[in-house]
């Protein structure tokens, strides 16, 4: 059985929204359920529904018709507003018992930070160093199974993100390193 080239393409936009980086970045906060239950509406409100939102409507006043091929010049602005959204709900869940909650954020501001410095120069595949990094964090903190998930899944994003042009090798090749060595270097140092 033969798939068309539209079909593939749609095939490829649903991934890459699956797993867009947002998205993995709300599921990384969510990650375990039970600790950070009391603060689920605000992990989602400010750590996914205003950084998507901020970022559709700068894309839709930019003139970006295709939200899944972005300049990586255009990509500066959401970064900072997610940063913001970030910091926010830091200083909300503060007084949630759970510290890894706070750890996280603070990894996902430096992440985003990281991300946001390298798109200055380089048009890096975002997705892949978001799920390469998640595939590192989840190996070599112990959870086999996620970390299973994410090696199954970078195969099928890379497929997706080059059946839709938006990235070359060379930026799929350096998200999925770069993201990796990030989950090694904070799994070391933290």
């Given at each position: 059985?033969?798939?068309?080239?539209?079909?593939?393409?749609?095939?490829a936009?649903?991934?890459?929204?699956?797993?867009?980086?947002?998205?993995?970045?709300?599921?990384?906060?969510?990650?375990?359920?039970?600790?950070?239950?009391?603060?689920?509406?605000?992990?989602?409100?400010?750590?996914?529904?205003?950084?998507?939102?901020?970022?559709?409507?700068?894309?839709?006043?930019?003139?970006?018709?295709?939200?899944?091929?972005?300049?990586?010049?255009?990509?500066?602005?959401?970064?900072?507003?997610?940063?913001?959204?970030?910091?926010?709900?830091?200083?909300?869940?503060?007084?949630?018992?759970?510290k890894?909650?706070?750890?996280?954020?603070?990894?996902?501001?430096?992440?985003?930070?990281?991300?946001?410095?390298?798109?200055?120069?380089?048009?890096?595949?975002?997705?892949?160093?978001?799920?390469?990094?998640?595939?590192?964090?989840?190996?070599?903190?112990?959870?086999?199974?996620?970390?299973?998930?994410?090696?199954?899944?970078?195969?099928?994003?890379?497929?997706?993100?080059?059946?839709?042009?938006?990235?070359?090798?060379?930026?799929l090749?350096?998200?999925?390193?770069?993201?990796?060595?990030?989950?090694?270097?904070?799994?070391?140092?933290?």
């Open positions: 059985m033969r798939i068309s080239a539209n079909n593939a393409n749609l095939i936009k649903i991934i890459s929204a699956a797993v867009h980086p947002a998205v993995l970045q709300f599921l990384f906060l969510l990650f375990p359920l039970p600790e950070v239950k009391k603060d689920i509406l605000f992990i989602f409100l400010f750590g996914f529904f205003l950084p998507v939102g901020f970022a559709g409507i700068y894309f839709l006043k930019s003139g970006i018709s295709d939200l899944f091929l972005i300049p990586a010049r255009k990509r500066i602005i959401p970064f900072l507003l997610g940063m913001v959204s970030l910091l926010i709900l830091f200083y909300i869940v503060e007084n949630n018992e759970e890894g909650l706070h750890q996280k954020i603070i990894l996902l501001l430096v992440l985003n930070g990281i991300s946001c410095l390298i798109t200055l120069f380089y048009k890096i595949s975002l997705h892949l160093l978001s799920a390469s990094f998640l595939l590192g964090y989840f190996l070599f903190s112990g959870n086999m199974i996620w970390g299973v998930v994410f090696f199954v899944l970078i195969p099928i994003i890379t497929f997706a993100r080059k059946n839709l042009k938006a990235h070359s090798n060379s930026e090749i350096s998200g999925g390193v770069v993201g990796f060595l990030l989950a090694i270097l904070y799994l070391y140092f933290f």
